[in-house]
């Protein structure tokens, strides 16, 4: 195999249409963000381009016992309202520096190809704690962006995220300037141990906000419900475990 090959799975014509991209991170937030819009939009999207590397990891998926080389897809989405979509996802990101690059110039020859000319990547940023409000942290690449999206409530702070951007969301804002492509980056904040539905909600909510479309959020919901759960036992064994720690007292003996 080649270090890259894209399959073209179908054709479409797209009305002004937006990538959107949704790969794993921190927290999950974009993936998750991602696959509830095709899940939600199922109806409207169609499969149109799968892009195979040599940089993902050398490993296939397996479902009902048939395997799948790992890939990235874009699914293009009609909205009927509002502008179309692109929307990109996978399982994995590149395992270099190189394949990083070698990959988003790919997806943004695609997103150009299909007449593209602005891009969300969605994601997380972690805090290194649980949280109850969920904040979007937002980066541009272009500062004729910043009102529309503090308008839809992203917060952009000095120096955050800390570090930078990195691996393909980054990428998208650096590579998209370039090419005269606007970008965005919008990241919701969470804790980066657990997969994080709350936090993909809220970066949904912004995006419906800017490219004006409409979401049910019931299955996303769900599963916060079923991370809600997962966090309260944690919870409940810290402190089962605080509580089974021993004093002086407990050291103390008679001999």
């Known amino acids: 195999m ?12 797209l009305d002004d249409p937006v990538l959107v991209e949704g790969l794993p991170g921190v927290g999950h937030v974009g993936n998750l963000a991602v696959e509830h819009l095709l899940e939600e939009l199922e109806g409207e999207s169609t499969l149109v381009r799968r892009i195979y590397s040599r940089e993902f990891p050398p490993q ?10 790992t890939c990235a897809e874009i ?3 009609d909205t009927a309202e509002g502008r179309d979509l692109l929307l990109l996802t996978g399982d994995h990101q590149a395992q270099s520096n190189a394949g990083h690059y070698v990959l988003t110039d790919a997806f943004l020859d695609i997103a150009e190809e299909f007449g593209a000319s602005e891009v969300y990547a969605l994601g997380g940023v972690p805090t290194g704690e649980l949280i109850e409000e969920y904040a979007v942290v937002g980066a541009v690449n272009d500062d004729s962006l910043l009102d529309e999206l503090e308008d839809a409530g992203v917060e952009f702070r000095e120096d955050e995220p800390a570090g930078g951007i990195v691996g393909v969301s980054g990428l998208l804002l ?5 090419r005269g492509i606007e970008a965005s ?18 970066v949904l909510e912004v995006l419906e906000e800017v490219l004006e479309f409409e979401l049910d959020y019931e299955s996303l919901d769900e599963r916060a419900d079923e991370m ?5 036992k944690i919870q409940e064994m810290e402190q089962q475990q605080q509580m089974d720690v021993p004093t002086d007292d407990d050291l103390r003996y008679i001999g």
């Open 174 to 178: 650096g590579l998209g300037e370039r």
């Open 2 to 13: 080649d270090e890259l090959e894209i399959d073209a799975v179908a054709e479409v014509e």
């Open 60 to 69: 296939v998926s397996v479902e009902d016992g048939v395997s799948e080389l």
């Open 75 to 77: 699914h293009a989405v």
């Open 185 to 202: 980056c919008l990241m919701g904040e969470t804790s980066g141990y657990l997969v994080d539905p709350k936090s993909a909600r809220a």
């Open 228 to 232: 809600e759960e997962v966090i309260g």
